[in-house]
């Protein structure tokens, strides 16, 4: 029973760690907290839906999904924070627009696929099976798709891991978050490292809605709890930490688990901002935190 809940808690923390390395990937890149990225998220995964049906191809529909995410958080960057923040520069308003804005945005991207798609929920079919592994006669609750969520949320580490600590792009991105002014100063482009930072992100959150929607329904508002989830994971992981939106996610899943089997459903969701109240008590900048934001 204890390696059961185990399972579930580490495949569920896989989905969040994905979203909330979304979000710690705009942060680290613009110092924002994309409250859009669930819709973003969504739309692409939508349009990997609409692949799917034509093809009949997940692995067409999972690469092209997540190439409409990254270029969706280009265009949010380049059409709609950009314009935002060069006209709110300073000022009380200045931290409160991109929040009011992103969130804004959410509601746009959820009524444009309601008005595309409807409201119904769909069914994103995966090559992959959800029934879980069997040894002898056991079954564990942990499928072939659970291992294709951990390992994609490990590639996904490694892969920005590796180029925020050894690339200049990576060192480029820290810079314009951190000092925009001295990183324009010292040649890098601040505009367009930031709309990569955007790509990024958008991406992330697309994969982590063609991997997580095989496994229930897709609909325009089927990755809001993924949201909330990943926002709880990256924060209590550190939102300038790409390993803490891991160790969060993990943990987050976990104790989903634990409590869910063994305390029941009813409390599951307000545990998660216990558990985020009780690390920031202890760790007020999340368990990877640090005041420069210079770690992976």
């Not at 969040?16 to 859009?36: E, G, K, P």
């Not at 529909?61 to 949010?76: M, R």
Request: with cysteine.
């Amino acid at each position: 029973m204890f390696i059961d809940t185990l399972l579930i808690g580490i495949s569920s923390g896989a989905i969040y760690s994905l979203m909330a390395l979304a979000l710690v990937l705009v942060w680290r890149s613009t110092r924002v907290v994309n409250f859009a990225q669930s819709g973003q998220a969504v739309f692409s995964t939508y349009i990997g839906y609409e692949i799917t049906v034509r093809t009949h191809n997940y692995w067409i529909s999972l690469p092209a999904a997540i190439i409409c995410g990254a270029l969706l958080g280009s265009l949010v960057d380049l059409l709609f924070m950009r314009p935002l923040l060069r006209r709110v520069k300073s000022g009380p308003i200045a931290e409160l627009a991109p929040v009011i804005a992103t969130l804004g945005l959410l509601g746009l991207l959820q009524s444009l696929l309601g008005l595309l798609w409807g409201n119904a929920f769909l069914q994103y079919a995966s090559p992959l099976s959800a029934k879980g592994f069997t040894f002898g006669s056991h079954t564990v609750p942990f499928s072939p798709q659970n291992l294709f969520i951990v390992l994609a949320s490990a590639l996904v580490l490694v892969i920005f891991g590796l180029i925020f600590k050894y690339t200049n792009l990576g060192l480029a991105l820290r810079a314009a978050s951190f000092q925009p002014e001295i990183a324009q100063l010292a040649g890098v482009r601040v505009s367009r490292v930031r709309n990569i930072g955007w790509a990024f992100a958008g991406a992330t959150g697309a994969l982590a809605g063609a991997v997580i929607t095989p496994t229930s329904t897709l609909s325009p508002n089927s990755l809001d709890l993924l949201f909330v989830s990943g926002f709880i994971a990256a924060v209590i992981g550190g939102l300038d930490s790409l390993v803490g939106a891991v160790v969060g996610g993990l943990v987050l899943g976990i104790g989903f688990s634990f409590i869910l089997q063994y305390i029941g459903s009813s409390v599951t969701f307000l545990a998660g901002f216990l558990i985020l109240m009780v690390v920031l008590l202890v760790r007020p900048r999340g368990i990877f935190g640090h005041k420069l934001g210079r770690h992976a």
